[in-house]
């Protein structure tokens, strides 16, 4: 399959950050289809705002970039948009009747053999594709935020999804410098979000347990794990760490008995439990305290924050050889 026609179907957050990447790869017919003309214009305005960050970094021009986006064809036509469509990335909200009454909508218009992907966190990709004509060439494929930036994409499988489909979307999404990771069964959060979770939790548990405060969570991760997680994963850290006995060392040898002290005192509730109801209740004056602490080259409020940390996205990328 060679997907050249691209369809978003839906433009908000999602919608427009995967807009933003098919226009940095560059080389795609891509359509963009809402509901209403002022959702696209606000998605436009967005895209070419999110664009101008790749500009500031020397990746093409101001001109290269307009000229880019002034190729996407915005339409409220539905059967222009999907009807001559290889690949359709449908970005609507995490409700399952809502994702019905598309998937429906799209099948309705659109070739029996395009590819249909579910931009979808949390729904599982069987309950989506119950009432599918043709449930085969639906994969979820669930991309984290900014998506412009982050090359993972989660794809999520059900036993109705023909291979052939997981291996071309797959081929696509590496295509446009993607990092596709194929789940071999769907489970509640899927990778990332239930990673993200457990080190969360671990945060309220240690700051509810007074072993340190908010602050001293976002200093130890962000000049700690966080900057080695940046470029390489879990495993990896470990087999550095084991120096000449890899990964096996650390884990059967090189920690002792800490790796063992370390896990039986993590927090393993299911649950928040009552006592760290109040974290919850104060946790957002904490963060008050905590932004404006932060050094101004960092950014001090959710803008500058976001600002910061693209910049620092970008040179990732570059080393990551994403860019």
Known sequence: MNFKKITLYGSGLIGTGWLT???????FDVTVYDIKED???KCRKNTLNNLSLFVKEGVFSEEEAENRLNKVHFTTDKTK?????????ENVPENLE??????ADIESVCRPDAAICSSTSALDLGEIVADAVHPERVVAGHPYHPVYLLPLIEM?????????????VYDFYKSIRKEPVVLKKSCPGYIGTRLMTTLYRECVHM????????????????????????LLGPNTVLQLAGGE?????????????????????????TVYPEETYPYFEHCQEEMDKVLANRDDLHGHNNDEIAA???RGLIQLLKQHGKL
């Open 39 to 41: 959702i696209l214009e």
């Open 156 to 168: 999520i499988p059900c036993e109705k999804t023909d291979p052939k489909y997981i291996q071309a």
């Open 81 to 89: 948009a999907l009807e001559e469509a290889d690949f359709i990335q």
């Open 308 to 310: 910061f940390r693209d």
């Open 207 to 230: 700051v509810t347990d007074g072993v340190c405060t908010m602050e001293d969570i976002e200093t130890a991760f962000c000049y700690g794990p966080g900057m080695r997680y940046a």
């Open 245 to 269: 006995h890899g990964l096996i060392g650390v884990l059967l040898g090189g920690m002792g008995d800490s790796g063992s002290n370390t896990m039986a005192t993590l927090a393993n509730w």
């Open 21 to 27: 990447q098919l226009l940095i790869c560059d080389g």
């Open 98 to 103: 809502l994702k019905h009454s598309v998937l």
